[in-house]
């Protein structure tokens, strides 16, 4: 698979720790709604360093978007987060992955759950589903510490319709007058405003490992198929 | 006649090359890492049997690969004759046909390169014999030569220690992190068992955790290397190997694929989990393997990218077709050489 040259045309400061960078990736091929890219960075030495990223954006977007979280520790994520600035270029590769995918092609019922910045590749889901029309109905569900760590909070209220509902659970702490829910995404929450297993919905969890077999464990408990639960899982060590 | 010695520029030119490790494509960052004692017993606990000489960038195509490849022939000939080519003899394609890309390599190197000669040239990869042993040499993930693109002010973490040990484009990690592509099963060992079926599934051999357990066991020190960049150098397993699982059956077939807890499968060759080359784990670290790593059991062929390891292993099927995975299914290399950076179809 063929290095791409990405140049950076915009940066998007999501939160206090994740940017949005829009990328000019001239031959990008389109993409499915949830796979990845690798990166690479390289210094002026000839040093250098790959990690992956979730694609942010639907397929058919102007722009290849990668949401980036800052890992304080981390060797690429901090320079992608702070040092990065718009016109700066690195090398991409993808897309990849044709598993973790959603292509609107069925009307099963799909329930979304992300723990974190593993929201990033069911935002691209979610705005797929939107930009496509798709009439299967569409639930996503998304932890998050606090408020202020919700990823494209606008965007994703602003999309909720009739078909596309959306659950933010704030783990850490909330607003007294926080409407959603407050606490862990658990099998009780998942029983609560998730499909019922027996209209087979297809569930894709993404997040940090304990999030993804905590909620996976949860979704099996409920009755949910395991072939039919798809995950994705970012490692601590991710940088 | 012997080789040419290259020139004093030419050498130079590699020393530079071969002295910034990142530059460095395949195991021959490996091998520069250790001393000559210790290049020959890793050689010989990983049974690495191809020499890869790896060359990034610009040094991947043309008259640079000959004049690599005389570099290395002329400057440092004894660690590397000491390899059985075992394994390249079915690597060697047949003579490249006139006026292919694969002849014009050939004939561009041939005169540049002395006793070495070009055999084999694709887009990803070139196989070299120099006095009589073959080369890899591998340009990464097939692309063409072309000036790298400098991130503007990145540095990264460069000096890691022991990074001269992961394969190209890894990381060093020091936990053990998880990747699967669905739920961690659940299955009560009392309901576990591990089978070897042929073709139309029948069965030829079967054991029940008891049995599978009283199977003489190996400890093993291997490291592990993930798709998704991670790697993780010296980890302690126990478990048994697969030449005992497989070795009361005479079986034609020349593949395996393994076949896990929740549907999960994965091709390999025969020749690649014979040979003290892989296990089936039961034990990490002086513990029981936990199920978010696999456990109870898990395949290990370390020589491979990690997903070919499979988890919650139930068995291998043996197949004279080579039968893509799960992953080979959806985008992921057949075999994985981690050393050959082959992650995805066409790398």
Redesign the interface.
């Known amino acids: ?3 791409l ?1 990405a140049t950076i045309a915009e940066t998007v400061p999501e939160t206090i720790r994740t940017v949005t960078l829009r990328l000019d990736v001239p031959d990008w091929p389109s993409h499915r709604a949830g796979q990845h890219v ?1 990166v ?13 990223y979730s694609i942010a954006s639907p397929p058919g977007s102007e722009r290849l978007e990668l949401t980036v979280e800052r890992i304080d520790d981390g ?2 994520s901090p ?1 992608l987060t702070t ?2 600035d718009v016109g ?4 991409l ?1 993808g897309p ?5 995918v959603w292509d609107g092609t069925d009307t099963a019922p799909v329930l979304l759950v992300g723990g974190g910045s593993g929201v990033v590749p069911l935002r691209a889901i979610v705005r797929h589903h939107a930009a496509s029309g798709s009439t299967a109905a569409m639930h996503l569900v998304y932890s998050a510490r606090t408020l202020g760590d919700v990823i494209y909070r606008r965007e994703l209220e602003a999309l909720v319709d009739p078909r596309r509902a959306l659950t933010v659970a704030l783990t850490r702490e909330s607003p007294p007058d926080w409407a959603g829910h407050r606490g862990r995404v658990d099998a009780g929450l998942l029983a609560e405003v998730g499909w019922p297993p027996s209209v087979q919905p297809h569930c894709y969890v993404c997040g940090p ?1 304990a999030f993804v ?1 905590s909620v ?2 949860a ?2 408990g409920l009755g949910h198929q ?2 039919r ?3 994705e ?1 970012f ?3 991710g ?1 | 006649m012997g080789p040419a010695r290259s020139s004093d520029d030419v050498i130079n030119c590699y020393v530079r090359m071969f002295s910034t490790r990142d530059s460095l494509r395949g195991s021959f960052g490996w091998y520069w890492a250790l001393d000559t004692t210790s290049q020959n017993a890793q050689r010989k606990s990983r049974r690495l049997t191809m020499l890869v000489l790896a060359i990034g960038g610009d040094a991947s195509f043309g008259q640079n690969v000959g004049d690599a490849v005389t570099a290395v022939a002329d400057d440092r000939p004894r660690p590397h004759t000491a390899a059985a080519p075992r394994r390249c003899v079915p690597t060697l394609g047949p003579a490249a046909p006139p006026g292919s890309r694969r002849a014009q390599a050939v004939n561009a190197l041939t005169p540049a390169t002395g006793a070495g000669r070009l055999i084999e040239s694709t887009r990803t990869q070139s196989i070299a014999v120099v006095e009589g042993w073959p080369y890899v040499v591998s340009c990464r993930s097939g692309e063409e030569p072309r000036m790298p693109v400098v991130s503007r002010g990145f540095r990264g973490r460069r000096r890691q220690p022991g990074v001269g040990l992961v394969p190209p484009g890894q990381y060093l990690v020091d936990d053990f992190p998880v990747l699967s592509a669905g739920p961690t099963p659940d299955v009560a060992l009392e309901n576990w068992d591990l089978t070897v079926v042929d073709e139309s599934g029948a069965v030829l051999a079967l054991w029940d955790w008891g049995e599978f357990r009283a199977l003489p066991a190996e400890d093993v020190m291997v490291d592990i290397h993930c798709v998704t960049k991670w790697s993780k150098l010296g980890t302690r397993w126990q478990g048994v190997s697969v030449d005992t699982i497989l070795g009361g059956i005479d079986t034609a077939a020349e593949f395996a694929v393994a076949f896990s807890d929740g549907g999960y499968t994965t091709n390999l060759p025969l020749v690649d989990v014979l040979d003290g080359q892989a296990w089936v784990a039961y034990r990490f670290d002086d513990e029981d393997l936990e199920p978010e790593h696999g456990g109870p059991a898990r395949l290990l062929v370390p020589h491979l990218y990690f997903w070919k390891s499979a988890k919650w292993l139930r068995g291998l099927r043996l197949t004279s077709e080579d039968e893509p995975g799960f992953w080979e299914s959806v985008g992921y290399h057949n075999y994985g050489d981690p050393w050959r950076e082959q992650r995805y179809w066409g790398d």
């Open positions: 698979m063929r290095w040259v690798d690479r960075l390289t210094a002026e030495d000839g040093y250098s360093a790959q990690r992956s060797e690429v320079y040092e990065a700066d270029q690195f090398e590769r990849i992955g044709g598993w973790f490992t077999e996976a464990g979704l099996v395991p072939g639960i798809r995950t899982r490692g601590p060590t940088g």
